[in-house]
């Protein structure tokens, strides 16, 4: 609001929406004003008329002053307001407002990829249904490094997914952060696909969603605020490659492993357990399910691809012709990994036989853990003897 008169100048500026980190106090408008001196009640020796034409003239001046001196401070209000406010990937999108896209999930979790502790039954190896969202940079759904959510903690570890989209529709009725929730059918084994569609907005262009690995304690694959906009225009097709996550509510080390609550609750990160990152070879521990020495990083377990589906002349998106349907067969393309064969210790020495007054042999043995897969190391000897004195002899 902006007003003035000769007699006073008075200026008030209006600063929102709140701010948690500006600095201003947005509950009430701030006011600037700047008031001239008033005429004096005795103008001395001067003409009435003479004295009012300089004073008018001194006012307008000041009137110059102030305004300029107003409209500073208000430009140097307006532009650290600005500099506080958070910038998301999604501030800078002027495609237009509407674009749906095909997105396929693709698992590569086999056994040739992924022979360790391979689930064959009980349940085997599969994938739950995939949940998702389109939203802008003011909502996550989850992130790596931060605590997971009550909803992302039921979803992680038993696939129950009614928490999880409760927190995206509080999230979308309470700050508008969300556009819309999508959701695809499970995958009834480790390979396979399948697919849904999404619709993203030039205010909500991004895309976050999750798929649990199942069985296991609560890793899940997913992304993370996957931005579909770049300037002027949408992406017309992106593959991402997936990597395990652990949400760090759950401590087993294993796929079929028990539940065992982790307390405190670790943090959401890359392949973690107890806040530290699965790789190939960490944690070095040979239970591990994703323990790979020979490797130097693991082979994605799955992949997503999102396409963005076509118009036609009346506005109708087209169906992507070369879309693959979903399926449960086994893809041939995926990298063998190669599994060594893993032993156990040597259990202790048997009793040494052998004829008195002669040297006797003596035996231990030990047992597979693991067995080679992939041209894997294969199995050293099992069994081990020795020269020693025989016992009970006189």
């Known amino acids: 609001m902006f007003s003035a008169n ?5 200026i008030t500026i209006i600063v929102g929406p709140k701010g948690p980190s500006s600095g201003i106090n947005t509950n009430t408008p701030t006011v600037f004003s700047c008031r001239p001196t008033q005429l004096p009640a005795k103008a001395g020796a001067l003409p009435l008329p003479v004295l009012q034409r300089k004073y008018l003239g001194m006012e307008n ?8 001196k107003v409209i500073w401070t208000l430009l140097v209000t307006i532009l650290g307001y600005a500099s506080s406010l958070p910038l998301g990937d999604d501030s800078i999108c002027t495609a237009e407002e509407l674009a749906k896209y095909s997105i396929i999930f693709t698992g590569k979790w086999s056994q040739t990829a992924f022979p360790k502790q391979y689930p ?33 903690r039921d979803f992680a570890e038993k696939g129950e997914a009614w928490v999880l989209m409760k927190e995206i529709e ?27 569609e999404l619709q993203v907005h030039s205010r909500h262009p991004l895309v976050s969603f999750v798929v649990r690995i199942v069985p296991s304690p609560d890793w899940f694959v997913g992304i993370d605020s996957l931005n579909l906009c770049e300037g002027d225009h949408w992406m017309e097709e992106i593959s991402v490659d997936l990597y395990p996550y652990d949400a760090g509510t ?21 392949g973690s357990l107890f806040i530290s990152q699965i790789t190939c070879s960490s ?3 040979p239970a591990n399910s994703f323990y790979y020495p020979k490797l130097k990083i693991l ?21 992507h012709l070369n879309q693959p349907a979903k399926s449960n067969e086994i893809l041939d393309t995926f990298s063998e990994t190669p599994l060594d064969c893993e032993v156990s210790q040597w259990s202790s020495w048997g009793l040494c ?11 231990r043995t030990r047992f597979v853990v693991l067995h080679p897969a992939n041209d894997g190391t294969p199995c050293p000897s099992l069994e081990e003897e020795t020269e020693c004195e025989p016992d009970n002899c006189v």
């Open 6 to 10: 000769l007699e006073s100048l008075k």
């Open 120 to 152: 064959l039954y009980r349940p085997p190896a599969q994938w739950s249904s995939m949940l998702g969202v389109t939203h802008s940079s003011d909502y996550s759904m989850w992130k790596k490094n931060e605590y997971a959510s009550n909803g992302v």
């Open 250 to 270: 759950d401590s087993g080390f294993t796929f079929s492993s028990p539940n065992f609550a982790t307390i405190p609750q670790d943090t959401v990160t890359e």
């Open 353 to 363: 036989r052998g004829p008195c007054r002669k040297m006797g042999t003596k035996i």
């Open 170 to 196: 509080e999230a979308g009725e309470k700050i508008q952060s969300v556009h819309g929730i999508f959701s695809a059918p499970a995958i009834s084994s480790g390979t396979g696909q399948t697919s849904t």
């Open 61 to 68: 001046l000041m009137f110059v002053y102030c305004s300029c």
């Open 299 to 319: 082979p994605p377990i799955a992949q997503v691809t999102m396409v963005k589906l076509k118009k036609n002349q009346l506005g109708f998106p087209i169906p």
């Open 283 to 285: 944690p070095s521990h």
